[in-house]
């Protein structure tokens, strides 16, 4: 009896190892269907999307098809592949520019907030009411002469700003402003009258015949210089 007992149990052992493997390649077979099923599953997603992707892009071409023959493909292929180097080198050049603006970023932030702080310090300072209200005074100006007139005025420019040159001379300024301020002091309702006696007297004075004097010196320079003019 103990022999044919030490016989089965090696037998039921490899029985036992036996369905031990078919339960493993069971599992294996059906990790295989459902790795199979979905791939056929990804192929039919894979085949409906590639068949509208297909469907738009022939619709998309059938409206350029008529401005398009059927060797542009290949002569544009060709052309690429001949200008290869210079798209490449094309390509460097962006990646330099796009440094480069990645670079100036900071420095173009800091120009514009200095822009803005500029524009902030000529608001407070009126400079922008100012200059509407110049603006106002040119349409003024526009409104009140006509086009011969401005054009008379732009002929006469270089005469106008020699004028005021002259005007704005320490000298000038100085008996300009000498001129108003006396002008400023003379009260005419109290100026007493003068007989031709007393306008006499007057005129024999140190300061009056000075006065004549400058006079009649501006008087004969004013004529000398309009003879040479004309």
Same mark, same amino acid.
């Not at 200008?83 to 970023?105: F, G, I, K």
């Given at each position: 009896m103990n022999a044919p007992e030490a016989t089965a149990n090696p037998l039921d052992a490899r029985l036992d190892a036996l369905d031990a493997k078919l339960d493993r390649v069971l599992l294996e077979i059906d990790e295989v269907r459902r790795l199979r099923r979905g791939m056929e599953e990804l192929q039919d997603d894979l085949t409906r999307v590639a068949r509208d992707l297909l469907a738009t892009t022939i619709n998309e071409l059938e409206d350029v098809a %008529?401005?398009?023959?059927?060797?542009?493909?290949?002569?544009?292929? =060709?052309?690429?592949? $001949? /200008?290869?180097?210079?798209?490449?080198?094309?390509?460097?050049?962006? *990646?330099?520019?796009? !440094?480069?603006?990645?670079?100036? !970023? %900071?420095?173009? $932030?800091?120009?514009?907030?200095?822009?803005?702080?500029?524009?902030?310090?000529? *608001?407070? $300072?009126?400079y922008f009411d100012k200059g509407r209200e110049l603006a106002r005074a040119l349409d003024n100006v526009v409104a009140e002469f006509s086009v011969e007139e401005v054009r008379q005025l732009a002929d006469n420019a270089?005469?106008?700003?020699?004028?005021? =040159? /002259?005007?704005?001379? %320490?000298?000038?300024?100085?008996?300009?402003? /000498?001129?108003?301020?006396?002008?400023? =002091?003379?009260?005419? /309702?109290?100026? *007493? *009258?003068?007989? %031709?006696? =007393?306008?006499f007297r007057e005129i024999n004075k140190p300061e009056m015949r000075r006065g004549i004097g400058f006079l009649i010196v501006f008087l004969r320079n004013l004529s000398a210089h309009q003879m040479r003019t004309h």
């Open positions: %008529p401005f398009v023959r059927t060797g542009d493909f290949t002569d544009l292929l =060709k052309r690429l592949l $001949r /200008n290869t180097n210079t798209l490449n080198e094309l390509l460097v050049q962006l *990646e330099s520019a796009r !440094a480069l603006v990645e670079d100036a !970023a %900071p420095l173009a $932030r800091h120009l514009f907030h200095d822009g803005l702080e500029q524009l902030d310090s000529l *608001e407070r $300072r009126g270089t005469t106008i700003l020699h004028t005021v =040159k /002259n005007l704005t001379q %320490p000298d000038m300024l100085e008996a300009v402003d /000498n001129a108003v301020e006396i002008y400023g =002091k003379i009260d005419f /309702n109290t100026v *007493e *009258e003068y007989s %031709p006696f =007393k306008a």
